[in-house]
């Protein structure tokens, strides 16, 4: 079956709709309808001064939404009118704005529902316009990225894609490669001067490598900046009643976690979200860490019994180590020090407000982060600090191409069977590789041969986009 063929087969062909604006009180709530019934549904529970029917294109109506069996009005709205293949979906689609909150949307919506029309899935109306031509997929998955943005360098580099940024370099390497490709086909069928050809050969899989090396390249920068996607897990330790959840609270600026003179109050990890400069961190305030002896005398962390604390330090992207100052170093904070320092971490020496007890020499000349959770003092200091290390990590020139996860994956195996041409000793082997790496390369931006790759994606979109 033709690639148009198999796109029209996977075009639905039902009218769908769903509310598009988030829950809760709002100044409007608008509800999508989209398909071949979204102008004559419209219809049927619009009351203006013309039909939706009779409207133009791209037009905007007062009116009243009437339920058709009880002539009762839900509400006072504005209506507009999308014509195919003027829309977002490329169907006849129409958009009804009322009165924002959750039960008058609803209220619409169920009246639509009624009529025949059915519940959208997530995501299926940006779903319908890659369908319909009017964006390829790298292009939709921007607008994912789009509306989940934590910072600006992540919403800069949706709007790029948006704009088609991915999808010429996915073109331009495509072009690349097909050129690399078809000479090595023409080496193949016009072979005559073996030296020749195994100097022409040489050329290519060089021309490859530079190829392979910018997709490498490209890749371990992505996963050096996944935490603009993702957010940076930050863990707090530090031995029991040094004032981990005391900071915890501060940095999230909530009474998130219990606070008390009892040690170990704490005996799970708590979890919080913040934003520091536009910088997401997930901060996690762990139960204290203490040394216990085990059967062969052997030290080992225990949170209390709480596994998931040590689970937390293992997987940690930045670790903030309390240490207590109005106390001298016991032999928990040396445990605290020796699991940190081979992580990423800053050394926070809580309760400065209180005589000072701890010798500092005992980290070693590391820089320490003075700090009282208690009177707020050190805190705007330590969160500079926290951002300050990521900061650095950020692209300084607009060179940089943002990938998603499936990008990076889909270019990962495309470098690696790039490799792969390269290292083969037969012009067949390498045509093979070359050609199959151009079939992974044609999913980012045209995946519609593969349903279950589309369906992954707009799972993740929220029911109305």
């Not at 020090?337 to 990423?344: C, H, L, M």
């Not at 000793?425 to 390369?441: E, P, Q, V």
């Amino acid at each position: 079956m033709s690639l148009s063929g198999r796109i029209l087969d996977l075009i639905p062909s039902e009218t769908i709709a769903a509310i598009a604006t988030a829950p809760g009180p709002s100044g409007i709530s608008v509800i999508r309808i989209s398909g071949s019934k979204a102008i004559s549904t419209a219809d049927k529970i619009f009351a203006g001064k013309i039909k939706p029917s009779q409207a133009s294109t791209q037009t905007v109506h007062y009116g009243k939404i009437t339920d058709p069996t009880t002539k009762k009005i839900i509400d006072e709205v504005l209506l507009t009118v999308f014509l195919a293949p003027d829309s977002y979906t490329g169907e006849n689609m129409v958009e009804i704005s009322g009165h924002g909150g959750d039960f008058v949307a609803s209220a619409i919506l169920k009246l639509v529902i009624k009529l025949g029309v059915r519940y959208a899935e997530p995501g299926e109306f940006t779903k319908r316009r890659v369908l319909a031509g009017k964006m390829d997929i790298t292009q939709a998955e921007a607008v994912l990225d789009l509306v989940q943005a934590k910072n600006e360098l992540v919403y800069r580099s949706a709007i790029e894609q948006l704009q088609g940024r991915l999808s010429g370099h996915i073109q331009t390497l495509t072009a690349d490669i097909k050129t690399i490709l078809a000479q090595m086909e023409n080496l193949l069928e016009f072979e005559e001067d073996q030296k020749q050809t195994e100097i022409e050969f040489k050329r290519l899989t060089n021309r490859l490598k530079k190829i392979r090396t910018n997709l490498e390249a490209t890749v371990m920068k992505n996963e050096q900046l996944q935490f603009l996607r993702t957010g940076v897990y930050c863990v707090i330790i530090g031995r029991p009643n040094v004032g981990k959840s005391s900071l915890f609270n501060r940095l999230c600026e909530t009474e998130k976690a219990i606070v008390t003179e009892i040690p170990g109050t704490t005996r799970d990890s708590l979890e919080q979200t913040i934003a520091i400069n536009g910088m997401i961190f997930h901060l996690i305030d762990t139960a204290g860490m203490k040394t216990i002896i085990a059967p062969k005398g052997n030290k080992k962390i225990e949170a209390l019994g709480i596994e998931k604390s040590k689970n937390w330090l293992e997987a940690a992207d930045l670790v903030l180590a309390v240490y207590d100052n109005s106390s001298p170093v016991k032999k928990e904070d040396k445990l605290v020090y020796q699991v940190t320092s081979k992580k990423p971490h800053l050394s926070v020496l809580n309760k400065i407000d209180l005589q000072p007890h701890f010798n500092r020499r005992f980290l070693n000349n590391e820089k320490v982060y003075p700090v009282s959770a208690k009177f707020n003092q050190g805190i705007n200091r330590l969160k500079i600090a926290m951002t300050k290390i990521y900061q650095k990590k950020l692209p300084t020139n607009n060179n940089y191409l943002y990938l998603n996860t499936r990008h990076v994956d889909t270019i990962k195996r495309v470098a690696g069977l790039l490799t792969q041409s390269e290292q083969e000793k037969y012009l067949d082997g390498s045509i093979i590789n070359l050609r199959n790496g151009l079939d992974i390369l044609a999913t980012v931006t045209s995946p519609v041969t593969n349903e279950q790759i589309l369906d992954t994606i707009f799972t993740q979109f929220c029911i109305g986009k």
